[in-house]
């Protein structure tokens, strides 16, 4: 069955420190790759997706993933993080073909930014 | 471009109440969800609108849950009668999907959510 795990459940960090959080998916073929975060009270906004093509993909706010097939691991990253990037944060995986694609959502990581 | 619109944002209730959450999204979205978020957990999709029909309602609790969107365009979530374990955020996102198997042709835009608390 298709997976997705987000091995941190909480991560602290300081404001302009580098950040990366984790996401791997378990599925048979390379699938759509998201990431979205959601900030206290809203809704989920995406950051980026990878289709197909350029591994690194870069996104909103200053953050980007890279895709590797051979760890099926889709990575967020930023090199400075902001106060405002507190937030929680979703990976989520989609089928690239048949007719069901509903979107596989991981549990999601809570950021917390220290001043 | 206006959002996706959910209302109310928060509901209180006792168990056995009803409650309904209504959405209108994106203007021109056919494609619109319901999903449900449990604290600490991912949203997890209830149903799928493309239009007026239903494209999936595989996880919808069809006992006491019930969604319609009759012009194919807002819709509304009802619960009746409601349980504990239904507390949780009630998301609405819609995309402008023209072909359904392609997710390239659209993002998925959600709206703030409707915060149900159960007692």
């Known amino acids: 069955a298709q997976s997705v795990t987000q091995p941190d459940i909480h991560i602290t960090v300081s404001e302009g420190a580098s950040l990366e959080l984790r996401c791997n998916y378990s599925y048979g073929a390379t699938p759509y790759l998201f990431w979205y975060v959601q900030s206290p009270g809203q809704g989920l906004q995406l950051l980026l997706k990878?289709?197909?093509?350029d591994t690194l993909v870069q996104g909103i706010k200053g953050f980007e993933a890279e895709f590797k097939r051979s760890q099926s691991s889709f990575n967020l990253r930023k090199p400075s993080v902001h106060w405002s990037d507190a937030a929680e944060y979703f990976c989520a995986v989609a089928p690239n073909a048949g007719n069901n694609r509903k979107l596989i959502w991981g549990l999601g990581t809570s950021l917390a930014v220290n001043p | 471009e206006a959002g996706v619109a959910q209302s109310p944002r928060y509901k209180i209730i006792e168990k056995r109440q009803s409650v309904a959450f209504w959405c209108n999204p994106i203007s021109g979205h056919a494609t619109l969800y319901w999903y449900q978020q449990i604290l600490g957990q991912g949203p997890k999709l209830l149903i799928q609108?493309?239009?007026?029909?239903?494209?999936?309602d595989s996880q919808l609790p069809k006992d006491r849950f019930s969604a319609e969107r009759l012009k194919g365009v807002d819709s509304t979530l009802k619960i009746q009668p409601a349980k504990l374990e239904d507390s949780a955020v009630y998301l609405c996102a819609s995309r402008s999907w023209r072909v359904p198997q392609v997710m390239e042709s659209g993002e998925l835009f959600f709206g703030e959510g409707s915060r149900l608390t159960v007692l």
């Open positions: 990878y289709f197909s093509g």
């Open positions: 609108f493309q239009n007026n029909g239903v494209v999936d």
